[in-house]
Structures are given as structure tokens and as C-alpha cells.
């Protein structure tokens, strides 16, 4: 059963994300094994470190590719 994950953090650019990921790959850790897909959505933000909040978490339903 794959599940969905949804963050809303409260202060996080898209710069910020996007050195987040560069790390990520730097320290070998930016592809899992056991993600399927991973998707992040531009909101406000301002500073690196934010909380992310609680996550929603639902069961995926369905994916459509292409």
C-alpha cells in the first residue's frame, strides 16, 4: 500500500529546497530506495530550517503516469 505524505511548512523558499536537495545528493541520500515519487509544491517561505509542520498522511488511490 503506498501512502502520501503532504508537508505545509511555514518558512521554506524554493532556493532553500533546492540547497536541501543538493545536500541530500552530496551526503548520498537523495534517492531512497523505497520512494516511488516525490513532488513539491512552491509556497511562502523564508527561512532554511522551518518546521514542517504535521504531515497529512492518506492512502494513495490512484497514479496515472503520462
Known amino acids: 500500500m503506498a501512502l502520501g505524505f503532504y508537508f505545509s511548512p511555514t518558512s521554506f523558499t524554493a532556493a532553500d529546497y533546492d ?3 543538493g545536500e541530500l545528493e552530496a551526503a548520498g541520500a537523495g534517492t531512497p530506495a523505497v520512494r516511488l515519487y516525490h ?3 512552491e ?4 527561512a532554511l530550517g522551518a518546521d514542517p509542520g504535521q504531515p497529512s498522511v ?3 488511490h490512484n497514479i496515472i503516469q503520462g
Open 19 to 21: 540547497q536541501l536537495l
Open 39 to 41: 513532488v513539491a509544491l
Open 43 to 46: 509556497t511562502d517561505g523564508t
Open 58 to 60: 492518506s492512502k494513495v
